[in-house]
Structures are given as C-alpha cells and as structure tokens.
C-alpha cells in the first residue's frame, strides 16, 4: 500500500539516482584524465573528486526534495535559514574557504608541479623552494637549507612567483644528496 501511493515518485528517484551516479562517474574519470595529463598528485585529484561527489550529493537530496512533494517555499526557507548559517561561519573562517578555493583554481591552471623549484616574490617574506606537495590548503615547499616552509593556496594566487628550475627534485636526487 505504501510503495503504491509512491511508486511514481519513487521509480523517478531511481532514475534520477542512477543519472546523477552517471554524471559522477564520467565527472571523475575527466578530472583524472585531466590530472594524469598534467602530472597533477593522486591526493589532490582525489580531493577534487570528493568536492565533485558531495556537489553532486547535495544536489541529490534537493531534487529528491521535490520529487516526494516539497513546497518551493519550504525549501526556499529551509535554504535561507542554512545558507545564513553558512554564511555567518564561512565569513568567521573565510581564509579556509578562501584556500580551498584556490586549491581548486590550482588543480586545474596551476602551471607548476610537484617537484620544481620556484620563488615567490613576496616584499616582506620572499622564499624559494622545491615544491613537495600541494595539498587542499596549503603547498608545501622545501627551502636550500632544509627548512620547511607551508604556504598558503590563496597567496600563492596572488603573488607573482617565478619557475627557478623544473623537475628540481630530481636533479637533488642525481647529485646524490639525501636532502630534498
């Protein structure tokens, strides 16, 4: 009886499901390509991959809202409401947000990689260093006397940074230093 009354709604779901499924997948294996093609970390192809899958989940949960019967108007207050919220947080921690967004920007237009050297011309703290990993937040760049220096994605954006040496951390590696 119960399946009956909803059974419309409910093969509309799985439809649905199954397309939003589809939309991931081909979504993912383009951010791979994209990844593998640009020699991009299997961590940060990964983290964009998850970004996609929870858009994508969120998205779920709105149709499916409206497919079993929710008023626009109830949703649009049930938004207005969370996104307040949201927006109150992200204005509290809007630097994290800041970075993960250009962590996002860097995963797909940053022209370098892991393992070459750059310099960051920053007037009051310029530094120059291998890169060793690009995370969600922050890059992770290795300075000439050993020193670990993380760097924040969104400054990385904004200051002008110069290519020293490509594939530096090889050309470490060949000298037959143990240091990166």
Sequence with gaps: MFY?????????SGFVLLFLLLVR???????RKIGKKNNINEARIKLICRYVSV????????????VFGVALKELSAIFSSIFAVIGIGLFAIWSILSNVTSGIIMFFSFPYKVGDKIRIH?????I?????DIQAFQLHLRENNGDLVTYPNNL???????LVQKDAIVDVFD???DAV
């Design 4 to 12: 009956e009354g909803l059974q419309k709604e409910l093969i509309i």
């Design 156 to 162: 990385m954006l904004q200051k002008a940074v110069t």
């Design 122 to 126: 920053d007037k009051d703290f310029p």
């Design 55 to 66: 858009t994508l989940f969120l998205l779920a949960i709105l149709i499916e809202a409206i």
């Design 175 to 177: 000298e037959g230093s």
């Design 25 to 31: 997948f081909i979504t993912n294996a383009v951010i």
């Design 128 to 132: 120059e260093g291998i890169i060793e």
